[in-house]
């Protein structure tokens, strides 16, 4: 009884000390493996995530430019414009105002040329006028409206935009939503354009639609 005493005592202590082994060893291996790419200067990578220009949907394919065009909100937000991630005009760079607010940019360089807004309720038709006749060839024209578009407009102003590409500028009026971007030569209607009437019935806010939102890729002009 002695004897297989002693010997199951025997066969316990090495056992445990077997475990104890065992534990130690692991316990050591696992710090080295988690302290090695440290060590090595090789720690993970953080992954980011790649955003598109101007916060578009998708990125745009060599040769386009990428743009994103929103109205303003009733006559409380007004509109935004971004350009190949440089935002052109908006209420935090203080360059927006009520009626038609409109951005030149170069066609082949992507470059903006000139920025302004138009008060189509109170102010003089003949300074929006003026602006389009003398945009340059080769430019593209940014469009956002913000409160009332329409009041100033005359079949003069309407003409100016349907030759840059519009399709809605004929029937443009009070309070209604727009956003549109077109070219100084284009020979085609623009795909780039929405357009929201004025109606009681289904106004979002009270007296005006919702904003409107426009982006995409517009080709590059190669010359």
């Known amino acids: ?14 056992v445990l000390v077997a475990m104890w082994i065992f534990l130690r060893s692991y316990s050591s291996f696992n710090r080295k493996t988690v ?18 220009k101007c916060g578009l949907s998708k990125s745009c394919p060599d040769n386009f430019f990428a743009f994103k065009i929103c109205s303003g909100a009733a006559n409380v937000v007004g509109p935004s414009m971004c350009f190949e991630n440089e935002i052109i005009m908006s209420p935090v760079k203080n360059n927006v105002g009520r009626g038609l607010n409109i951005a030149l940019v170069n066609g082949s360089t992507g ?9 189509m309720y109170s102010g003089d038709a003949k300074l929006l006028v003026k602006f389009l006749v003398e945009i340059p060839e080769g430019m ?24 840059l590409g519009s399709t809605y500028a ?12 077109g070219a100084r030569d284009l020979k085609n209607k623009s795909p780039f354009e929405q357009y929201l009437k004025n109606t009681p019935d289904t ?5 005006w639609p919702e904003l409107l939102e426009l ?5 590059r002009k190669v010359f």
């Open 170 to 181: 004929k029937q443009l009026g009070f309070r209604d939503s727009w956003v549109f971007l």
């Open 140 to 163: 593209l024209v940014l469009v956002a409206s913000y409160d009332d578009p329409g009041t100033k407009m005359n079949d003069e102003i309407r003409k100016l935009f349907s030759n």
């Open 111 to 119: 470059h903006v040329l000139r920025q302004s807004s138009f008060d």
């Open 1 to 14: 009884m002695r004897v297989s005493g002693l010997i199951r005592l025997f066969a316990l202590v090495f």
């Open 35 to 52: 302290r090695l790419p440290r060590w090595l200067g090789m720690a993970p990578p953080e992954i980011r995530v790649e955003k598109n």
């Open 215 to 219: 982006e995409g890729c517009v080709p």
């Open 203 to 207: 106004n979002k806010y009270e007296g």
